[in-house]
């Protein structure tokens, strides 16, 4: 593995950054605009209930396929044109919502938008050790920290501008916001010196992907990454029902206490990638997520009614999983081929998990009457996230484990 020795964040590379920040900005933007508008967008093109829920599923699954796709696509075409093409696709999707006539429409446009985003979600990380090897932990910290932004800026806003401006603006608007994060990668790309890094150079081996299949690292990073996000679906599909009926709280209560449980995850991308990619607390990063899981379940099951902000926050404190992932990809392989090829591998398979999520625990519900079983369910996922855990906190890389079975 190249060293690099740390150099300033914005030497030679100022570009990059700015270009990072702004993908990352982009990736959660298209998932938390559309939920606070739905009634006002129904009045004008009738949705059916399918119709709504699938467009529920449509991200994860989305993420999982072009998770697939993207490292095949990436090795032809390079890691920043598939970004372009990527966020072109993006700008697309995202007028394409703003312009909606009709179901058809409104799920075409989506499936583009959220495509883009599963090409953005895998090329990320790669990106990172491309640009600042000598700096994961930091960067990492901010790309995530904007996704966190992105994550609740949306519903902050979307009511009042389509209050102001109709729907349709408040829909189509972060089309422009996806527009303008073009500009540094397609600057880059015209002006190669701009992009002039001390990059790793590229000795992973083609067959990476294929051996992921294989890897006992590539399939725990999996599992962490699917834990992480399993929880946090299903707690924003069902966690304000699941208080009103088991704690008694209000709705706007409920509400509340579900954007505390988002809120937890702004600390976690700040503190998770610098304490594992500086420190090396792999180890201690999945106890905390898998006791908290533990404690806040264990909590929201026997004593719902008493403190139950402090449970919701435990229990929001868990995925911090998904940072720690995230930040794996880079600290677990040697160079940026190989931080692609993990990459791809552990979002796809994660995303199909993750896509199953609220449809097991709402499964459940219905077939118990109550919501004792679905939250022993998410309490019995801490389990995989403990034994995975414990594999990827052993330092080791994808690409020493390939050259080992060849």
Known sequence: MTSLPPRPLWAGRSLALVGIVLV??????????????????????????AVVGFLGMLPPLCYALFGILTPMVAKRLGLEVTLIIALVALSLGLAGRGLVGSALWLVVASAVTFAAIGVGNVLLPP??????????????????????????????????????????????EWALVAAISLVPWIAMLVHPRARAVEALPEEADPGLLRYAVRSPLAWSLTIVFAVSGFNAYAAFAWLPTILHDIAGVSPAEAGALL??????????????????????????LVTIAVATFVVGYLGLLLVPGSATWLWVALAGIGPLLFPLALVLINLRTR???????????????GYLIVAVGPLVVGLLHEATGGWTWP???????????????????????????????R
Do not use: C
């Open 24 to 49: 990352a900005f982009n990736l959660r933007t298209a998932v938390a605009s559309l939920s606070p508008i739905l009634g006002q967008l129904e009045a004008e093109v009738p949705l059916a209930p």
């Open 127 to 172: 990106l990172v050790k491309r640009y600042f090897p000598d700096r994961i932990g930091l960067v990492t910290t901010i790309y995530v920290t904007a996704m966190s932004i992105s994550t609740f800026t949306p519903p902050l806003i979307a009511v009042p501008v389509a209050d102001a401006a109709g729907w349709r603006v408040s829909l189509g």
């Open 375 to 405: 939250i022993l369910f998410l309490l019995a996922s801490a389990v995989p996230a403990a034994i995975a855990g414990a594999v990827v906190a052993r330092p080791r890389y994808l690409e020493d484990e390939h050259s080992l079975v």
């Open 259 to 284: 954007s505390l449980y988002a809120a937890m995850g702004l600390p976690a991308g700040l503190l998770v990638p610098l304490l594992a990619s500086r420190y090396g607390k792999v180890g201690l």
């Open 335 to 349: 160079t940026h081929a190989g931080a692609v090829a993990l990459s791809g591998f552990v979002q796809s398979g």
